[in-house]
């Protein structure tokens, strides 16, 4: 083991190195030749350079959530935000400054002292970076727009090893770029967000149903979806056998008592914001193997509730209602696409035994194959191994074409290529 700097640098056999490389899906087992462990912007910058100089892949590690396992290189140089984990918070401004390597319990700790947050994702060891980068879909939304609707400005590593702050001012065409991009033009870290007066309490509503009871229910449930306030994210999962429906209510109970439950053993839920956040956190989260698809649906016809029942009786499948605040954005206001979703869908499983690789992903495709006719678009922090066809199907023509300029811009050597990968164009001719 050496240091560099304030940098942790880790070779294979030093201590650490094992534990340093795993990450979410633990159907990714790769060997970078260096961890680069980053204290500071300045550590982050020396490890971006070396790799350069080095002629060395570039993998950046924040939560490590990547479905397709984009937070390790294998032979490369991995750059290892983890020690970069705080979150600070100015409650007077309603501002929270977030580190690049913070997990979004991190920020939800330090604003719910407050009683404020921002829109942070739906489980609290999901890092903040690859989240935001993305888009940012979490229980806030409705209310307050996407994760990168809410960031204020970034401060970003290069790929030319040079500290930018990008903002509305600064930048602009960077600051659109970065919002719904991923991690395609640098590495941020430090995220300014704004916060939001939310209280401390949540709510979770489900009632389950099974047999001939399922399809009238989703139909209720779907339509009430069209109606309710913001403060209330439908969702959805389907099982073989059963099928529950509820929502997430965000904020004070005032009373909302949808009617699509009828005939459901209803579940009333009171907790907290944070133990709503921290409800889908997983023990052992970096044993299990992984693989998913998703969709986005931008209407849901009966056909199409017909289809989820069914995707079900495969996997674990689910839905989370969009709209909101999300749609009040205007469409070309940031790299994020398809604001105008109505669900997302999402269909998968986690195992661990290497020999049910093949039947776990085969039972995803052919439930995700089901909702295919319905669909239209997908959520790039939800894509896996799709490669370039998903990520033209989670950006429109239009924004690819944006994005594939600020890469020529900002990136054209594709540095930063271990993402879903806007590639710049000497690399497609």
Not at 168 to 195: Q, S, Y
Not at 307 to 326: M, P
Not at 342 to 352: C, K, N, R, Y
Not at 387 to 410: C, M, Q, S
């Amino acid at each position: 083991m050496t240091m560099t700097g304030t940098a942790e640098v880790l070779r294979p056999g030093d201590r650490g190195y094992d534990e340093a490389r795993q990450v979410w899906n633990a159907m990714f087992d790769r060997r970078p030749a260096m961890i680069v462990r980053c204290r500071t912007v300045q550590d982050v910058v020396g490890a971006v350079r070396d790799a350069r100089e080095r002629d060395l892949e570039v993998s950046v590690r924040c939560g490590g959530h990547s479905a397709a396992g984009f937070g390790v290189t294998d032979g490369g140089l991995m750059i290892d935000l983890t020690p970069m984990g705080l979150a600070s918070v100015d409650p007077a401004r309603r501002r929270a400054y977030v580190q690049g390597g913070a997990l979004l319990g991190a920020l939800d700790d330090a604003a719910q002292r407050h009683g404020l947050a921002t829109t942070a994702g739906n489980v609290s060891h999901t890092g903040v970076g690859g989240l935001t980068l993305g888009g940012g879909m979490g229980w806030l939304a409705r209310q307050y727009g996407l994760a990168c609707d809410n960031v204020i400005s970034y401060e970003l590593v290069t790929a030319a090893g040079e500290v930018i702050r990008v903002s509305a001012d600064e930048h602009p065409d960077l600051f659109w770029g970065l919002r719904g991009g991923g991690g395609n033009f640098g590495i941020v870290t430090e995220f300014e967000f704004a916060l939001h007066d939310t209280g401390t309490e949540a709510l979770v509503v489900e009632s389950t149903f099974t047999g001939d009871r399922r399809h009238a229910a989703m139909r209720r449930w779907r339509d009430e979806h069209l109606t309710a306030p913001r403060q209330a994210t439908f969702t959805a999962s389907a099982a073989p056998g059963t099928l529950t429906l509820g929502y997430v209510w965000t904020g004070p109970d005032t009373g909302y008592r949808p009617t699509f439950n009828k005939g459901g053993d209803e579940r009333r839920m009171p907790m907290s914001y944070l133990q709503l956040q921290r409800r889908d956190d997983t023990d052992g989260r970096h044993a299990l193997r992984r693989y998913g698809r998703s969709h986005y649906l931008k209407s849901m016809p009966d056909a199409a509730v017909d289809a989820f029942i069914a995707a079900g009786e495969h996997c674990g499948a689910g839905l989370q209602g969009y709209g909101g605040a999300i749609a009040d954005v205007a469409e070309d206001a940031t790299a994020f696409g398809h604001r105008d979703t109505m669900f997302e869908f999402g269909a998968g499983s986690s195992w661990t035994d290497p020999a049910d690789d093949d039947a776990r992903r085969d039972r995803a495709r052919a439930a995700a194959a089901l909702l295919e006719p319905f669909t239209a678009g997908v959520y790039v922090n939800s894509l896996g191994d799709e490669g370039a066809a998903g990520v033209r199907r989670a950006y429109p023509p239009a924004k690819l074409a944006r994005l594939t300029a600020l890469k020529d811009r900002y990136d054209p050597a594709n540095v930063f290529h271990l993402n879903q990968n806007i590639a710049p164009t000497r690399s497609l001719s």
